[in-house]
């Protein structure tokens, strides 16, 4: 029997801790070749794009896709997903959520493997909607006290800030400036749509790990170069994503300046292949485009847990 679930039934059941679980194990099934994914595909009108991601995990069962639509109205999300035996279909979920909870898993759980341990404090970039991801997922997954959030609408920013100290239990602040965010921080993460860089490399502390988030097409950049070149350790979530759309580095790999061979798939930190952060001092950088895999490994917990609580209906199918 195929199901469908709304929203509600999703926020219902979906724990930060559920997301995180998810993401880890996808990326740890796609570096011990248990999983598939394919870079995201989109088909453009003037008016609507309709964006896909699909994969499939072989060691979970299952398979299927994300798609959505974005235009000025807003952003539609459905995950479909397929038994990997019968070819059935599984489940039908609204994902807008989900999506924002995955997303933020994926920066909590490199923040776990590539921040250093004694982290305390972490600057971020945005407060919008995939912001309350981030600050969740990182408070989660380090034993942070303090996170400053930098955002250009001072009453949204302040209204963020205490709405995301309530649900973490932390020190969730509004930051001075951009340089407040980074300046002694352990952690930085950007959340945001910017076209350019949020701030200068020469604030960033020796030992910091950033989680860059927004930058998932060419016109979009939080990162500078300079920044970048800091990092001594770059690591992606899938070395063909970001190859196809990680809009702060393909200007360097277009220059020449970064090679492809430098990227490291967060699951083979996962796995043990390669080694990440080496030192205290290291800067590392995660950066983050999204994956159908992450979304499909929360989508079976969701279904899970849903199915646990009598929550979904039918969908009439054959």
């Not at 930060?16 to 989109?42: I, K, N, W, Y």
């Not at 279909?89 to 959520?97: F, N």
């Not at 070395?239 to 702060?248: C, H, K, M, Y």
């Not at 080694?275 to 950088?285: N, V």
Request: glycine share 8%; net charge negative.
């Amino acid at each position: 029997m195929a199901v469908f679930l709304t929203e509600n039934d999703v926020k219902q059941v979906l724990t930060v801790d559920m997301a995180l679980a998810g993401v880890e194990s996808a990326h740890r099934d796609l570096a011990l070749g248990q999983a598939v994914d394919t870079p995201r595909q989109r088909s453009r009108l003037p008016q609507t794009v309709l964006h896909i991601l699909q994969g499939a995990l072989s060691a979970q069962g299952v398979l299927g896709y994300k798609a959505y639509t974005s235009n000025r109205s807003g952003n539609r999300f459905l995950v479909h997903l397929f038994d990997a035996g019968s070819g059935q279909l599984k489940a039908v979920i609204e994902a807008d959520y989900l999506g924002m909870m995955r997303t933020g898993a994926a920066s909590g759980v490199a923040a776990r493997w590539l921040a250093r341990p004694d982290a305390t404090v972490a600057g971020v970039f945005g407060s919008g909607w995939q912001a309350e991801g981030h600050v969740r997922a990182i408070c989660a997954a380090l034993p942070l006290e303090l996170v400053k959030v930098w955002a250009r609408d001072a009453v949204k920013l302040r209204d963020f800030c205490a709405r995301l100290s309530e649900q973490t239990g932390r020190r969730v602040v509004p930051a001075a400036d951009a340089e407040d965010a980074v300046r002694e921080a352990d952690l930085v993460g950007t959340v945001t749509t910017a076209a350019k860089p949020l701030f200068d490399a020469d604030w960033l502390q020796p030992g910091t790990h950033i989680n860059a988030a927004g930058s998932n097409a060419l016109i979009r950049q939080e990162l500078s170069e300079a920044a970048i070149r800091r990092c001594g350790l770059i690591t992606v979530d899938a070395v063909p994503t970001a190859l196809a759309e990680a809009g702060d580095l393909l200007p360097l790999l277009e220059k020449g300046r970064l090679q492809a061979r430098q990227l490291v798939e967060l699951g083979e930190i996962i796995v043990g292949r390669h080694p990440g952060r080496s030192d205290a001092e290291q800067i590392s950088l995660f950066e983050s485009q999204g994956m159908a895999i992450q979304d499909l490994a929360v989508a079976v917990r969701v279904l899970a847990a849903a199915s646990e609580q009598g929550l979904g209906r039918e969908i009439p199918m054959q």
